[in-house]
Every structure is written in C-alpha cells, then in structure tokens.
C-alpha cells in the first residue's frame, strides 16, 4: 500500500471515531423540554425518557427530610393552573427560592410507576420585576 493510501484510511477512521463520539455524546445528554401541560399529553410515551419539564409546586404537596445525602424531596408538579399534575422525588440541594406554589424546571426521567426521578430541580426567576408604588401620588420623587 502507498502512503497516500494509508493516510486516506488512517483519516477516514479517525473522522468515523469522533463522528460517533460526537453522536453518542449528544444523544445520551439530549432532553425534551416540556411544559407540564405538554408533558402529561406526552408522559406515555416518555417512560425511561430524559425530561425536562417546566410546572408549579402544588400547594400543601411537599415533603422533605433531611439525609446524609442531601434533601429528600417528594412534591407534585402540576399545571398552572393547579388542576393536574405528576409526583415529583428529589434527593439533593434544594434551590434557595424553592416553595409551594413556585414555578420550577425538573430534570430528570421518568420511571414506568408514574413519578418523575429528579436529578436536578431549578425555581424560575420572575421575567418583570416591577418598581414600588409610590408613595407621594405624585409619580415623581417626594420633595
């Protein structure tokens, strides 16, 4: 074989090597992103599926307890609002803003017996922050 053969072979495994790294690497890290909403239309189809999955904690459905490995969470995310909705499990550190009736993003899979096993739980952030009202009246500064 020539040396312009072998380095044709040679370049053509290496590109096939990191084509299927690069292919793996992408599917094995992919997720849908979904609404609640979207999600119990889809949840059938989405056993054993990485999900990531935006709701709101349903109010009075939290339980926590604390163990050595981190918070153990079980709440029910649901729609906003607030009429239907998947049980959610968490063992980790608990975002700061996280409380009933907030909105999150859950990420995660979900299993064959109904309950999304979350590896990480993030609390949405207001998009408007809104000023205080005033209160001279006037809406400009008090003299």
Same mark, same amino acid.
């Given at each position: 074989m020539t040396r312009k053969?072998?380095?044709?072979?040679? $370049?053509?495994?290496? !590109? &096939? $090597?990191?084509?299927?790294?690069?292919?793996? @690497? !992408?599917?094995?890290?992919? +997720?849908?992103?979904?609404?609640? %909403?979207?999600? =119990?239309?889809?949840?059938?189809?989405?056993? %054993?599926? &990485?999900?990531? +999955? $935006? @709701?709101?904690?349903? %109010? &009075?459905?939290?339980?926590?307890?604390?163990?050595?490995? &981190?918070?153990? =969470?079980?709440?029910? =995310?649901? %729609?906003f609002n607030k009429s239907d909705g998947v049980k959610v499990f968490y063992t980790g550190i608990l975002p700061d803003m996280f409380a009933e009736g907030r909105d999150v993003i859950v990420e995660g899979k979900y299993a064959r017996d109904g309950i999304l096993r979350a590896q990480s739980v993030m609390t949405s952030c207001p998009s408007k922050y809104e000023a205080e009202a005033d209160k001279t009246g006037a809406g400009g500064p008090a003299s």
């Open positions: 053969k072998r380095f044709l072979i040679g $370049a053509a495994l290496l !590109v &096939g $090597a990191v084509t299927y790294l690069v292919y793996a @690497g !992408v599917r094995e890290s992919s +997720v849908y992103y979904l609404t609640i %909403d979207e999600f =119990l239309h889809k949840k059938a189809t989405l056993v %054993d599926e &990485g999900v990531r +999955v $935006a @709701g709101r904690v349903k %109010d &009075g459905s939290v339980a926590k307890k604390t163990s050595p490995t &981190g918070t153990e =969470l079980q709440f029910v =995310l649901t %729609d």
